[in-house]
């Protein structure tokens, strides 16, 4: 069997972290969704940046939203909410079937400009969910101290969210309490939390990449805490993700859940991000593997799946035990990991704002060149 197809036998969804207007056309995602069993699909600024700037794909749209006065934000704008729109209505038929539930659903993010906005984030938030008007999209709000609120309003209001830009255990717990008070807002008001869904997206391979040359260097210098220091070399991600997916069992369970339940709410499933590898030391199906478990979902870029099309393993390892207490070893190795994935959330706001200001200027500029073509120009 296609190991894609494989890994929903242990209860974890596979997503694609990509789009892009020709795979929807093409029928690419169409057979992804067919012969490697993809289940959903997120996008985010970096993606629609690659995608929109990096094709020709929307040359003809860019022209005549030009030419009927939109900015280059609003051009964005109604370019992703199109390929969302189109994205969801081939990934219905996935959520129109109550066996899957949680599944179906395609990612739009509110614009990274507003990661300290809750208000703006919220308003941005019920915007693309009434534009794409489908029942199957989720709005992603990333999870900033600003964000949260933006959360608990948002799913108070029905919309579907899905948190990004998690790094940390700490943050995590934050995240999947925004969403019981939101769901618990909603139901005080009188309204269905049926078919009302979350995911919490927690980033993987970035903690890594931050942490693993401060470990390195403490390994070198060798000793007692030299050997610590080494064990826990590549280890910290996947031991973050195993403890929020503990916590996740905490909370997902008891009294306040149960009433919840009862009122027809669906758990808010932990979804592994970012799980391409970046370290060309490990394997690079490590973010995969290591975290196949029930409940949970995995979006993976497109090279990602391809290798784990041919080589991968699927076997239920979430509930494996971590070898060492790696979170709580840091601290003897001098390693703050709140402070360090305090970092993360900064830099992956500037991973996200720095390709989407790319993006508008991309955009402007063809905008302009539109208006230059136009007959009223001439």
Request: glycine content about 8%; hydrophobic content about 40%; proline content about 5%.
């Amino acid at each position: 069997m296609n190991p894609l197809v494989a890994i929903h036998g242990f209860g974890q969804s596979i997503w694609l972290d990509y789009i892009r207007r020709n795979i929807l056309q093409n029928g690419e995602l169409q057979r992804l969704l067919t012969e490697d069993g993809v289940r959903g699909v997120t996008s985010n600024p970096a993606i629609f940046e690659k995608a929109i700037a990096g094709s020709d794909d929307y040359a003809d749209d860019i022209r005549r939203f030009a030419q009927e006065g939109l900015s280059a934000e609003e051009i964005y704008a109604r370019l992703a909410v199109a390929d969302v729109q189109a994205a969801c209505d081939l990934l219905r038929p996935l959520y129109d079937h109550p066996e899957n539930g949680g599944d179906g659903y395609v990612s739009l993010e509110v614009s990274p400009n507003l990661i300290h906005d809750t208000e703006g984030t919220v308003a941005e938030g019920l915007h693309f969910w009434q534009a794409v008007n489908r029942p199957n999209v989720m709005i992603k709000v990333p999870a900033t101290r600003a964000g949260l609120p933006a959360i608990r309003q948002l799913i108070a209001a029905g919309v579907n969210v899905n948190v990004t830009l998690i790094f940390s255990v700490e943050r995590y717990r934050l995240v999947a309490e925004a969403y019981l008070a939101g769901l618990e807002d909603r139901v005080k008001a009188g309204g269905s939390i049926e078919r009302l869904d979350s995911v919490a997206s927690f980033f993987l391979s970035r903690i890594d990449v931050l942490i693993d040359p401060q470990l390195e260097k403490l390994a070198a210098a060798g000793g007692e805490q030299g050997q610590l220091a080494e064990s826990l070399v590549g280890q910290v991600a996947i031991a973050s993700a195993k403890q929020a997916y503990t916590v996740y069992q905490e909370l997902f369970a008891g009294p306040r859940w149960e009433a919840l339940r009862a009122q027809g709410a669906q758990p808010q499933r932990l979804l592994w991000a970012s799980t391409g590898n970046k370290n060309p030391k490990y394997d690079n199906l490590k973010y995969v593997e290591a975290l196949i478990g029930p409940n949970t979902v995995n979006t993976i870029p497109v090279e990602t799946l391809d290798l784990y099309r041919t080589g991968g393993q699927p076997a239920d390892r979430l509930a494996e035990p971590v070898a060492v207490d790696v979170l709580g070893s840091l601290p003897q190795l001098g390693l703050n990991l709140e402070a360090l994935t305090d970092q993360l959330e900064q830099e992956g706001e500037q991973k996200f704002t720095e390709p989407f200001g790319k993006l508008l200027a991309v955009l402007e500029q063809k905008r302009q060149e539109a208006l230059a073509e136009s007959p009223a120009a001439n």
